[in-house]
T-cell receptor, first 112, second 114 residues
Framework: DTGVSQDPRHKITKRGQNVTFRCDPISEHNRLYWYRQTLGQGPEFLTYFQNEAQLEKSRLLSDRFSAERPKGSFSTLEIQRTEQGDSAMYLC??????????FGQGTRLTVV | DQQVKQNSPSLSVQEGRISILNCDYTNSMFDYFLWYKKYPAEGPTFLISISSIKDKNEDGRFTVFLNKSAKHLSLHIVPSQPGDSAVYFCAASGATGTASKLTFGTGTRLQVTL
């Protein structure tokens, strides 16, 4: 399967714990995006990488959130000191230059 | 401030008929529009896109129409099939011809009945 891969698919964590999600984009895609989707809403943009450079971050991305793409390939999204409001589907997408973005299946985070 | 609006949360259409899903936007800087389909527990799947230099784009059973003066676009599915039942998201981008930083609507749930 050469699509966007996200791991894990589901994560349940206790409030206050740190979590890290991984995204492997489609191999020839140089752009990688993170979105968050909550119930009844469309995906909301979080951050965007072109190769290894993080070019834009949404104001939704508080100081507790950090994203990296160290070698311009896979990316990680870490949430520190999780809160119940962080419960959502975290979606990763990738694209090649000026084309449509392809999404992974997402990581569903539940903070209890 | 919802810059991309899908005012119909749900739509039910009979198999074989036309499904029309609507989307309105408020930001005049948007110039690239996309439709995604989403099944439960899966990520959105790209369907079709349109640049602001066009007013229509067609791909098989799917056609997207763009009315820039009204800031309105619609997705037509003809003929509708049961497998089309899903949530459809309209998305917009402000960078010409690119898919970066999409702004999504809240989605329309389409149910295609037999």
């Amino acid at each position: 399967d050469t699509g966007v891969s996200q791991d894990p698919r589901h994560k349940i964590t206790k409030r206050g714990q740190n979590v890290t999600f991984r995204c492997d984009p489609i191999s020839e895609h140089n752009r990688l995006y993170w979105y968050r989707q909550t119930l009844g809403q469309g995906p909301e943009f979080l951050t965007y990488f072109q190769n290894e450079a993080q070019l834009e971050k949404s104001r939704l991305l508080s100081d507790r959130f950090s994203a990296e793409r160290p070698k311009g390939s896979f990316s990680t999204l870490e949430i520190q000191r999780t809160e119940q409001g962080d419960s959502a589907m975290y979606l990763c997408a990738s694209s090649r230059h000026e084309t449509e973005a392809f999404f992974g299946q997402g990581t569903r985070l539940t903070v209890v | 401030d919802q810059q991309v609006k899908q005012n119909s949360p749900s739509l039910s259409v009979q198999e074989g008929r036309i499904s029309i899903l609507n989307c309105d936007y408020t930001n005049s800087m948007f110039d690239y529009f996309l439709w995604y389909k989403k099944y439960p527990a899966e990520g959105p799947t790209f369907l079709i896109s349109i640049s602001s230099i066009k007013d229509k784009n067609e791909d098989g059973r799917f056609t997207v129409f763009l009315n820039k003066s009204a800031k309105h676009l619609s997705l037509h599915i003809v003929p509708s099939q049961p497998g089309d039942s899903a949530v459809y998201f309209c998305a917009a981008s402000g960078a010409t011809g690119t898919a970066s930083k999409l702004t999504f609507g809240t989605g329309t749930r389409l149910q295609v009945t037999l």
